[in-house]
């Protein structure tokens, strides 16, 4: 695409601002810019007139778990079905790790947080034993797909090849970027970062699969004839990657998906519970429950609406292929961009001034006709690590590691 072309691509889309500063650049900058414009999705502005309305929920019911109980009175005839799964290499892992460990006072991965206090213990480390400790039991590997973004891609592979993969098999474990979504104005225009450089932000874990795809993973995932993805996030130090157990519970049970879930700590407790809306497979999350679904109770005294989910995910890959040409929700977030303005300075907003645009892993379930709420022991299976200290810390995650034998 020629710079002509561009200018009437950006024109169509009232967004001539991004070739300001084009004379400014030298050639090879001029050469980046066009092909950023190239690759801008702009359908996603056409979002920004639906931001008002507020999003309708249909009818909301609670969705019964397979409980810990169950959980543990069938976990051999569960595993079986799990590990048959994984020695049949049905079984694949995707490990969302496009954050930086900002929050942290890391200006690195996240999953390059030394959780260790007397000895070097990776984020990434963890992860990759837990994974190991599967495929020890089954006596063979689980291909590992860890989605980074634009901001941490070259650093999270060094840091991989540096400790030599945790002592993972290296050809089992790709790397791809997540794609990335434009930043806007209150107005609908598009950002700059600098001179050359549009302002481009993650477009949200919902866009883990897709990016997948664009980025020719897919193609490894039919070669090697993967059935299932289970997928994960980077903060949860004790997370259970490939577990048989629920991989066994979620095949027999004939669901498509299949999605850990704690017993809420509290009725307050500000994590996304799993429910039925309209039927099919749904999250709410915790500011959008009313008082009478917080406080609601079953005949036995439990919380209707009590399964939170952590963000470990069971997905069949011929249905995710299905719901990836459909248009998935995406949601629009308010929040501080640093821009560069008109003449040429870079501006670091002290508030909100613009839109990211994001889609949601949530969404993806409820696209799916069905999904199997699978409980699992909190203390066991959540420790997150999003913040430094406090409620779901470096702190709180590191008392719950020395509590299953984490020697740090």
Not at 164 to 181: N, T
Not at 279 to 296: A, D, F, Q, R
Request: one cysteine or more; glycine letters at 8%.
């Amino acid at each position: 695409m020629n710079l002509e072309e561009v200018k009437e691509l950006l024109e169509e889309n009232h967004q001539e601002q991004l070739l300001h500063f084009y004379e400014e650049l030298g050639e090879q900058e001029k050469e980046d810019l066009l092909k950023q414009i190239k690759e801008l999705d702009f359908s996603l502005l056409k979002n920004l007139s639906k931001k008002e309305k507020a999003e309708e929920r249909g009818k909301l019911e609670p969705l019964q778990a397979v409980e810990i109980a169950e959980i543990e009175e069938k976990k051999k005839e569960f595993q079986e079905i799990g590990l048959e799964a994984i020695r049949n290499k049905k079984v694949g892992a995707v490990l969302l790790a496009g954050g930086q460990g900002t929050r942290l006072g890391l200006d690195k991965p996240k999953g390059v947080l030394n959780v260790g206090i007397t000895r070097k213990l990776y984020l990434f480390e963890c992860l990759i034993k837990n994974l190991m400790e599967v495929t020890k039991l089954a006596q063979t590997t689980v291909p590992l797909y860890v989605m980074t973004s634009e901001k941490n891609h070259e650093d999270t592979i060094n840091f991989f090849k540096e400790h030599e993969f945790f002592g993972y098999p290296s050809k089992d474990i790709l790397f791809f970027k997540q794609q990335m979504a434009p930043s806007v104005d209150y107005e609908g225009k598009i950002y700059l970062e600098a001179k050359g450089k549009i302002s481009l932000s993650p477009n949200g874990n919902g866009g883990w699969f897709s990016s997948m795809a664009n980025h020719g993973i897919l193609e490894d995932i039919h070669k090697r004839g993967i059935e299932w993805l289970n997928v994960f996030a980077v903060d949860n130090v004790l997370q259970r990657i490939a577990d048989p157990c629920f991989l066994g519970a979620t095949i027999q049970s004939g669901c498509v998906s299949g999605a850990k879930v704690v017993s809420k700590a509290d009725p307050e407790e500000r994590v996304g519970v799993l429910c039925l809306e309209d039927g099919k497979p749904s999250i709410v999350e915790y500011y959008e429950m009313t008082e009478e679904m917080v406080h609601s109770y079953t005949e036995e005294g439990e919380l209707s609406y009590r399964f939170g989910v952590i963000l470990n995910y069971l997905f069949r890959v011929d249905k995710l292929e299905h719901i990836m040409n459909k248009h998935m929700p995406v949601h629009i977030v308010e929040k501080k961009i640093p821009y560069i303005d008109d003449k040429g300075n870079l501006v670091n907003p002290q508030k909100p001034n613009g839109y990211k645009f994001e889609t949601l892993v949530l969404d993806m379930i409820h696209e799916l006709e069905n999904c199997l709420p699978y409980e699992v022991v909190r203390n066991y299976e959540f420790a997150p690590i999003k913040n430094r200290i406090g409620v779901d810390s470096l702190e709180s995650a590191r008392e719950l590691m020395k509590e299953n034998g984490i020697i740090l």
